[in-house]
Every structure is written in structure tokens, then in C-alpha cells.
């Protein structure tokens, strides 16, 4: 059996005994070091002797322990916890534990590493505000558009790098957050970025956070970048095509190695995020112009993904149409609707701006129409300057909706074939039976 005194002595923390007359009984090691005497020498002694601020007598007069005191002396920091020692009821004395700053650094740095923690997560959730897109939400009837959620789905639950190309406005981010809500770590954070609106030492930081002071104006406590926001999420990298040529070959070595170093920082930081990327230009011409390094591309898009503009998917337009007027009447308290003759115009119009743009031209349109009702009188300008003076969409509506109609399943049977089977499931895209689909081609 090991001694009582032995295991005391073995303890880097002071610890005092004294009886109910505040005399000495017992120290360890420690103790005796820290006021620079032996047992020996002051065993029986009345402590206040010794050590006149001691608080023992404070805990021995009123019966009840003093925590977490602390105190300096000699040069030396410590806490020190007193405890009354009663037994059958009866106080028999007191015992005191002194713990050393400079043997309790291990509890400062584990203070500071929760403090940091902390912000961390702070931090992760001010960039974090949760997705609102899911694929239920792209409204689309077009074969194009439905052979983009489809491949989308697809991908979704694996863990495999996609690069969106599209032009400006197409809905790049809508697919992005659908297909982080579709996968397996939709539960994590969701962080963007736009990597054009940021430049390079900037965006690094923003990328890879960086140490306490690694820059004027740093954090002191440092930061964490998106890559450690978004453990276990999805990170989406808006016009990629953008990063500074340096900054790309970082990025390079975080998705091959799959860790981070904080700018100003010297430890590598494991990371577990999935890289959805996008862009609106041509990346392989960037390569070429050496704007835009091959073996990035290479790593970002393993699945490349195009969403063509909205010119070359005419049969979403008018669905997006009904769709955006519905959300401006509920937020406007209003019931408003289009005319045929409107719907035409914008039908036929070429949006550059894609479905951004769409959007826009039906706000301006609600503020401007009469009577709830958006003729085309109340479109822009723009729209009506750009069309080809044509009397198409002046055409009875039965007859634009023919027109319509024929175009779809024109499309359709392109993309799907001409099989018995092919149509059956052109039939079932668009939700018509084949014999529908029959008649409206035999009428074609």
C-alpha cells in the first residue's frame, strides 16, 4: 500500500492540513516550497504565523469553504480552495489546496482553445443562414431543363466535385443549394462566395482564415475560413473562373491534400467539405489564355453541369411567368395577372439576362400596370424595343398555345427518340397519354 504522504508528495499542487486551532499537521513537497520551510521545521505552528493572509481562519471561524481564491505571492500566482474538515458534526480543522499558474497552463490554453471554439462557431453560423432551394422549387417544363434536374438528382448523394456553367442568371446557385438539400450532408452548413467580388490576398483569407495578427487589421484572436465553416457542408464557389492564377494552385493542393493552412498560420488543418463550383464563361478558353489552370479544371469538374439560357428553353417562360406573379401578388397584396398579348411579347423575347432579368421586367411591369392586370403597355422598354416587329404573339391565344405545344413535343421526341418506348416516355414527361401524344403529332 502506497503511503498518504507519498502520494501527496507526488502531486505538483500545495496541500496544507491544519487542525481546528488553525495549527499545522501536515504539508507536502509542493507546500513547503512554495513558503519556503519544511514539515519539520513548522509542524504545530499556528498558521497566521507563518503566513499571516492566510484565510484559513476565515473558513475555521464561519464553517464554510472559500473557493477558487486567487491570490500572488512571492512572484508566484495561484488559486487556492479552503475547505472546512467536520467530523460527526464536529469541526476538526481545515485543508487547503494550492494549484500553481505555472502548472495549471494546460486548463488557460484549454480555456482559450473553448473560447476559440466558440468563435468559431459564431462565425459558422453568421455565414451559415440555411438554404431555401430544393429541386422542387426550379419550375421547369422543358426537356432541357428537365434533363438538367435529372442528371443533377443523379450526383446529388455522392461526393463528387460539380462545376455549373451557365450564362448569368440562369439559376446556378438554385441548382447548387437543391443539390446540397439532396445530399447526404444537407444537415451541414451551406457556405458561398462569390470569387469575383473579392481580391486575391482577400478572398485567400475569406478561403483559408488566417492566425492573429497575420495582417494589419487581423483578428487577434484570427478567423476561420469558409473551408472550416463549412465541415461536413457543401462550400459553393460562385465564378470560379475569377480566382487569382496563385490562389488557384492553393486551391489545388486543399482539394487534393484535403487540408487548409491559415494564412499566417504554420499547422495544417484536415477539412471534410464538398466543392460545387460555377461559372458563366468559357473555362477551357480561360485555359487556353492561361487565365485558368487545367489541372484546377480537371479537379472542379468531374461533373460538369450546363443550365442553357432561357432563349433556348422558351417552355419555361411562361411557368416562371405564372410562378414570380403569384410571389409578387402575395408580397405586393395584390391579384395580378397578365394578358395573352403580353405573354406572347415575353415569350418571344430573348432574355440575356436570363431568368434574373425575367424577374426584374415583372417587378417593373407590377408597379406600372393598370388594374392589376399587366398589359404591354406596362412592359419596359427594353423588352419591346429589342423584339422583331412580328405579329406572332398577336396570334389568338388557342393558336399560341398551339404553337407552343407543337414546339415542345418537337423538342421532346428530338431529345428522347422515336421509338414506341421513346414516346412513352416523352408521353410521360409532359403528362399527356400517348394517344394524346399520337393525335398532337398526327395534327402536326
Same mark, same amino acid.
Given at each position: 500500500m502506497i503511503k498518504f504522504e507519498?502520494?501527496? &508528495?507526488?502531486?505538483?499542487?500545495?496541500?496544507?492540513?491544519? &487542525?481546528? /486551532? &488553525? +495549527?499545522?499537521?501536515?504539508?507536502?513537497? =509542493?507546500?513547503?516550497?512554495?513558503?519556503?520551510h519544511t514539515l519539520e521545521e513548522v509542524k504545530g505552528s499556528v498558521l497566521t504565523k507563518i503566513r499571516p493572509?492566510?484565510?484559513?481562519?476565515?473558513?475555521l471561524r464561519k464553517g464554510k469553504p472559500m473557493e477558487v481564491v486567487f491570490r500572488e505571492e512571492k512572484g508566484e500566482e495561484y488559486f487556492a480552495n479552503i475547505y472546512p474538515i467536520f467530523e460527526d458534526g464536529t469541526l476538526r480543522g481545515g485543508v487547503s489546496t494550492v494549484t500553481f499558474l505555472r502548472n495549471a497552463q494546460f486548463i488557460m490554453d484549454t480555456l482559450k482553445e473553448l473560447e476559440k471554439k466558440q468563435s468559431d462557431l459564431k462565425e459558422r453560423m453568421r455565414?451559415?443562414?440555411?438554404?431555401?432551394?430544393?429541386?422542387?422549387?426550379?419550375? @421547369?417544363?422543358?426537356a432541357a431543363s428537365l434533363k438538367c434536374i435529372e442528371d443533377a438528382k443523379k450526383i446529388a448523394k455522392s461526393d463528387i466535385s460539380v462545376l *455549373?456553367?451557365? /450564362? !448569368?442568371?440562369?439559376?446556378?446557385?438554385?441548382? =447548387?443549394? =437543391?443539390?446540397?438539400?439532396? !445530399?447526404?450532408?444537407?444537415?451541414?452548413?451551406?457556405?458561398?462566395?462569390? @470569387?469575383? =467580388?473579392?481580391?486575391?490576398?482577400?478572398?485567400? %483569407? /475569406?478561403?483559408?482564415?488566417y492566425e492573429g495578427g497575420a495582417f494589419t487589421g487581423a483578428n487577434k484572436n484570427g478567423k476561420p475560413g469558409i473551408f472550416e465553416i463549412a465541415e461536413k457542408g457543401t462550400i459553393f464557389l460562385d465564378e470560379v473562373s475569377e480566382l487569382d492564377y496563385n490562389l488557384q494552385a492553393k486551391l489545388l493542393r486543399v482539394i487534393q491534400e484535403r487540408k487548409i493552412r491559415r494564412?499566417?498560420?504554420? %499547422? /495544417?488543418?484536415?477539412?471534410?467539405?464538398?466543392? *460545387? @463550383?460555377? @461559372?458563366?464563361?468559357?473555362?477551357? #478558353?480561360?485555359?487556353?489564355? +492561361?487565365?485558368?489552370? #487545367?489541372?484546377?479544371?480537371?479537379?472542379? !469538374?468531374?461533373?460538369?453541369?450546363?443550365?442553357?439560357p432561357l432563349r433556348e428553353r422558351r417552355e419555361d417562360i411562361i411557368p416562371l411567368v405564372e410562378k414570380h406573379l403569384g410571389v409578387l401578388g402575395i408580397q405586393q397584396k395584390r391579384n395580378l395577372s397578365i394578358s395573352a398579348e403580353a405573354k406572347g411579347i415575353l415569350y418571344k423575347y430573348n432574355w440575356p439576362g436570363n431568368v434574373r432579368e425575367l424577374n426584374n421586367v415583372l417587378e417593373y411591369s407590377a408597379v406600372v400596370c393598370h388594374d392589376n392586370e399587366i398589359g404591354v403597355s406596362s412592359l419596359p422598354p427594353s423588352v419591346l424595343e429589342d423584339l422583331n416587329q412580328s405579329d406572332y404573339?398577336? +396570334?389568338?391565344?388557342?393558336?399560341?398555345?398551339?404553337?407552343?405545344?407543337?414546339?415542345?413535343?418537337? #423538342?421532346?421526341?428530338?431529345?428522347?427518340?422515336?421509338?414506341?418506348?421513346? +414516346?412513352? &416516355?416523352?408521353?410521360?414527361?409532359?403528362?399527356i397519354s400517348l394517344a394524346t401524344l399520337y393525335n398532337k403529332l398526327n395534327d402536326q
Amino acid at each position: 500500500m502506497i503511503k498518504f504522504e507519498t502520494i501527496l &508528495n507526488a502531486m505538483d499542487e500545495g496541500v496544507l492540513i491544519v &487542525n481546528q /486551532e &488553525n +495549527k499545522i499537521v501536515y504539508f507536502n513537497r =509542493a507546500y513547503g516550497d512554495f513558503i519556503g520551510h519544511t514539515l519539520e521545521e513548522v509542524k504545530g505552528s499556528v498558521l497566521t504565523k507563518i503566513r499571516p493572509g492566510a484565510r484559513m481562519p476565515q473558513v475555521l471561524r464561519k464553517g464554510k469553504p472559500m473557493e477558487v481564491v486567487f491570490r500572488e505571492e512571492k512572484g508566484e500566482e495561484y488559486f487556492a480552495n479552503i475547505y472546512p474538515i467536520f467530523e460527526d458534526g464536529t469541526l476538526r480543522g481545515g485543508v487547503s489546496t494550492v494549484t500553481f499558474l505555472r502548472n495549471a497552463q494546460f486548463i488557460m490554453d484549454t480555456l482559450k482553445e473553448l473560447e476559440k471554439k466558440q468563435s468559431d462557431l459564431k462565425e459558422r453560423m453568421r455565414h451559415t443562414n440555411g438554404t431555401r432551394y430544393e429541386f422542387q422549387d426550379i419550375i @421547369c417544363q422543358s426537356a432541357a431543363s428537365l434533363k438538367c434536374i435529372e442528371d443533377a438528382k443523379k450526383i446529388a448523394k455522392s461526393d463528387i466535385s460539380v462545376l *455549373i456553367d451557365g /450564362e !448569368s442568371g440562369c439559376g446556378k446557385e438554385l441548382y =447548387a443549394q =437543391a443539390i446540397h438539400n439532396e !445530399s447526404l450532408r444537407q444537415e451541414y452548413p451551406f457556405v458561398a462566395i462569390n @470569387c469575383a =467580388a473579392l481580391n486575391g490576398n482577400i478572398l485567400e %483569407s /475569406e478561403l483559408f482564415g488566417y492566425e492573429g495578427g497575420a495582417f494589419t487589421g487581423a483578428n487577434k484572436n484570427g478567423k476561420p475560413g469558409i473551408f472550416e465553416i463549412a465541415e461536413k457542408g457543401t462550400i459553393f464557389l460562385d465564378e470560379v473562373s475569377e480566382l487569382d492564377y496563385n490562389l488557384q494552385a492553393k486551391l489545388l493542393r486543399v482539394i487534393q491534400e484535403r487540408k487548409i493552412r491559415r494564412v499566417g498560420g504554420t %499547422s /495544417e488543418i484536415g477539412i471534410d467539405v464538398r466543392l *460545387i @463550383c460555377a @461559372c458563366n464563361v468559357d473555362l477551357i #478558353k480561360y485555359i487556353e489564355e +492561361k487565365k485558368f489552370r #487545367k489541372d484546377l479544371y480537371y479537379r472542379i !469538374s468531374t461533373f460538369p453541369l450546363h443550365l442553357p439560357p432561357l432563349r433556348e428553353r422558351r417552355e419555361d417562360i411562361i411557368p416562371l411567368v405564372e410562378k414570380h406573379l403569384g410571389v409578387l401578388g402575395i408580397q405586393q397584396k395584390r391579384n395580378l395577372s397578365i394578358s395573352a398579348e403580353a405573354k406572347g411579347i415575353l415569350y418571344k423575347y430573348n432574355w440575356p439576362g436570363n431568368v434574373r432579368e425575367l424577374n426584374n421586367v415583372l417587378e417593373y411591369s407590377a408597379v406600372v400596370c393598370h388594374d392589376n392586370e399587366i398589359g404591354v403597355s406596362s412592359l419596359p422598354p427594353s423588352v419591346l424595343e429589342d423584339l422583331n416587329q412580328s405579329d406572332y404573339y398577336f +396570334k389568338p391565344l388557342a393558336e399560341a398555345v398551339r404553337l407552343f405545344e407543337k414546339e415542345q413535343i418537337k #423538342k421532346a421526341v428530338e431529345f428522347y427518340g422515336e421509338s414506341v418506348e421513346d +414516346k412513352k &416516355n416523352v408521353a410521360e414527361k409532359l403528362g399527356i397519354s400517348l394517344a394524346t401524344l399520337y393525335n398532337k403529332l398526327n395534327d402536326q
